[in-house]
């Protein structure tokens, strides 16, 4: 892990894959708790996702939308300047990074806790077609030694099981990887529900 206190962004090695978490300074403890309180807003209302494929409670994908609250303008904006953060110090990432225009975030929140998620699975997946994706740590109730995100090695076939490595949370933070790379939230063995956020960066090349 190599950590720049200056700008609050640390990076990390796994694999073959560096991650980048970034703090949000702007985010206030008042604003968080008004996101944890609009996502069970959402779950209430039932706009979550209700399939096989994705795991309860999981909102659906609008909270980056413009016609959103100010608070989740205020964290696409962190999300924004997170995927620069990844861009700025990944500088093998791509070959034109002055060439990266950003055209488009979506993001959702996923609210969890223990009984529920042995019932509902949390399967291996990525965010293909997304250039960068980023898991925001809202409120986890833990120790902070797990409930993170685990990531699976992108050389090995995430079936096989080995070869993982986690991510461990910390609160008002972005943690940023390539919307390819496969990975599931690591679940407390708690009751008192644990708040993510989740967001993909679409983005084109173009230089002006």
């Not at 500088?91 to 019932?119: C, H, M, R, V, Y």
Request: net charge negative; charged share 25%; with cysteine.
């Amino acid at each position: 892990m190599v950590e720049s206190q200056e700008h609050e962004i640390m990076r990390y090695q796994l694999f073959p894959t560096h991650l980048v978490r970034s703090k949000c300074p702007s985010i206030t403890p008042q604003d968080k708790q008004e996101m944890i309180e609009c996502t069970d807003w959402m779950i209430k209302q039932k706009m979550y996702n209700n399939n096989e494929f994705t795991p309860k409670y999981q909102t659906w994908v609008m909270l980056f939308r413009d016609d959103a609250p100010p608070v989740w303008k205020k964290l696409r904006e962190e999300f924004h300047q997170a995927c620069k953060n990844y861009l700025e110090t990944v500088d093998n990432f791509t070959k034109f990074p002055e060439g990266i225009q950003f055209t488009g975030f979506g993001a959702w929140a996923f609210k969890g806790w223990e009984s529920l998620n042995k019932a509902e699975s949390n399967p291996w997946h990525d965010h293909n077609p997304a250039f960068l994706s980023g898991v925001y740590y809202l409120h986890d109730p833990g120790d902070g030694t797990s409930g993170g995100t685990e990531f699976h090695d992108p050389r090995v076939a995430p079936a096989i099981g080995t070869r993982m490595d986690e991510i461990l949370p910390m609160e008002n933070t972005w943690i940023i990887f390539p919307g390819w790379l496969s990975h599931r939230s690591s679940q407390l063995p708690l009751e008192e529900p644990r708040y993510v956020v989740a967001a993909n960066a679409y983005v084109k090349l173009g230089f002006e």
